[in-house]
């Protein structure tokens, strides 16, 4: 995962572990949630770089990883 800039949607328990797992791997990370104290509280373990609190925001930022529903068929 190292170098690979991944977007997590959702820091909730899932999505917050997911977070971490990705940053220990190496992941940049680009993190969504509608709640601003999950953001700060994952920015602040994570390094990640940037902060989206919309979904449409972070739909539109590039990435290496994306999920199969988020792919045009």
């Known amino acids: 995962m190292k170098g690979c800039v991944v977007a997590v949607q959702g820091l ?7 977070t971490r797992m990705l940053h220990a791997a190496g992941a940049k990370l680009i993190i969504a949630d509608i709640s601003k104290q999950r953001l ?8 990640a770089k940037r902060r989206c609190m919309s979904m449409i925001s972070l739909v539109r930022t590039p990435t290496s990883l994306l999920p199969a529903h988020w792919v045009p068929s």
């Not at 328990?13 to 997911?18: F, I, R, S, T, W």
């Not at 700060?40 to 390094?47: K, Q």
């Open 40 to 47: 700060d509280a994952l920015v602040a373990v994570t390094d």
């Open 12 to 18: 909730g328990h899932v999505g917050a572990e997911l």
